[in-house]
């Protein structure tokens, strides 16, 4: 959360999973960001792209698999609108060795596929990547994803 | 009622405020005069308009926020009359344009259509402050001033005849429009 902060993060736009969830007591306790909850996870995108037209910083936290169900709206705040969204996603299943879970199979592939520059971090001690890879994409008017190890999720 | 007439009696009322149109709206609204804080959401995802309007509606807080979306668009996204209501926003119109039909693949029926979708209902078990709905441009235009000046978070039904000949031109470059976009919005 304080990496969040610090990052200048204005509206946190998100859908947890059991990773990420224990992060709400700490987003709604937030002075300086707005937590935004949505429906899907496809929502998030494009409600990231009004904030980012209206002057905000949105961040898009979701789990990998709301990332396969955000394919359009990603497509179209991405590709379309060309917009310098970045998200946090969590990587259910990475650390479960030998996973034959596809939702940890099929994420690389497909941000390698959509052609979005990403950040793996699967240690705390990796923040500073994350904080590093984020500022390096807003400067360059890029997308970007944190892929966040997670076990099972 | 004639969609383009129903349009320009928002057009006539709409002030200063944020206008968002896709699909069907964006095909129509830029036959009135152009306005700095007019975002025609073309190319789009469909289903998505509310949600971009939500994000401006919530990034621009003192603005007013008119977000036109057809029924076909409002099935792909239901959800969003949900997350609409639980972010909290006030200053946001969402106005749904019910014809019953996919205009752009050549009017095919929605599945609204065949299950008779009340979407003023679904609206109201959302949690929408004010929900009206309207069939006959007479009460529109009579009632279309206070309607938007309800409390917000608002959502208007209406109804509006197909338009037989779907053909939707973006009004220039994305890029070049978000810019604009922006600096009317004072946003560097």
């Known amino acids: 959360m304080r990496t969040i902060e610090a990052l200048g993060v204005t509206h946190v736009v998100w859908l947890p999973d059991s990773a990420i969830g224990p992060w709400q007591?700490?987003?709604?306790?937030?002075?300086?960001?707005?937590?935004?909850?949505?429906?899907?996870?496809?929502?998030?995108?494009?409600?990231?792209?009004?904030?980012?037209?209206?002057?905000?910083?949105?961040?898009?936290?979701?789990?990998?698999?709301?990332?396969?169900?955000?394919?359009?709206?990603?497509?179209?705040?991405?590709?379309?609108?060309?917009?310098?969204?970045?998200?946090?996603?969590?990587?259910?299943?990475?650390?479960?060795?030998?996973?034959?879970?596809?939702?940890?199979?099929?994420?690389?592939?497909?941000?390698?596929?959509?052609?979005?520059?990403?950040?793996?971090?699967?240690?705390?001690?990796?923040?500073?990547r994350l904080a590093s890879f984020y500022r390096d994409c807003q400067a360059a008017g890029v997308p970007g994803v944190a892929l966040i190890a997670e076990g099972k999720g | 009622m004639p969609l383009v007439a129903a349009?320009?009696?928002?057009?006539?009322?709409?002030?200063?405020?944020?206008?968002?149109?896709?699909?069907?709206?964006?095909?129509?609204?830029?036959?009135?005069?152009p306005h700095p804080l007019d975002f025609h959401y073309i190319p789009s995802a469909m289903g998505h308009a509310p949600m971009v309007g939500l994000g401006l509606a919530l990034a621009q807080p003192k603005r007013h926020v008119i977000a036109f979306n057809g029924d076909g668009c409002m099935l792909m996204s239901l959800g969003c009359l949900v997350t609409i209501v639980a972010s909290g926003v006030k200053n946001l119109t969402l106005i749904g344009l019910e014809n019953g039909v996919y205009e752009v693949t050549g009017g095919q029926a929605t599945a609204g259509a065949a299950a008779k979708v009340d979407f003023a209902g679904m609206a109201r078990s959302a949690g929408f402050t004010s929900v009206t709905e309207f069939s006959d441009l007479a009460e529109w235009e009579a009632r279309a001033a206070e309607t938007l000046a309800l409390p917000g978070p608002r959502f208007i039904v209406l109804k509006v005849a197909r338009v037989a000949d779907y053909e939707l031109t973006a009004p220039g470059p994305m890029a070049e429009r978000i810019v604009k976009f922006r600096a009317a919005l004072g946003v560097s």
């Not at chain 1, 030998?98 to 959509?114: F, G, R, V």
Request: proline share 5%; with cysteine.
């Open chain 1, 25 to 128: 007591q700490a987003l709604e306790a937030s002075t300086s960001v707005t937590l935004v909850r949505v429906c899907r996870e496809g929502e998030a995108w494009t409600i990231a792209a009004g904030l980012w037209l209206g002057g905000k910083r949105p961040l898009v936290v979701i789990q990998n698999t709301g990332l396969f169900e955000s394919g359009d709206a990603l497509r179209n705040v991405l590709f379309d609108l060309r917009l310098p969204i970045f998200a946090l996603i969590g990587y259910r299943g990475y650390l479960v060795p030998n996973s034959a879970d596809t939702a940890k199979l099929l994420t690389e592939p497909i941000l390698h596929a959509w052609g979005i520059e990403r950040v793996l971090i699967d240690s705390p001690e990796e923040l500073p």
């Open chain 2, 7 to 33: 349009l320009e009696v928002v057009h006539r009322l709409r002030g200063e405020s944020v206008v968002l149109t896709t699909m069907g709206s964006a095909r129509e609204w830029p036959k009135f005069s």
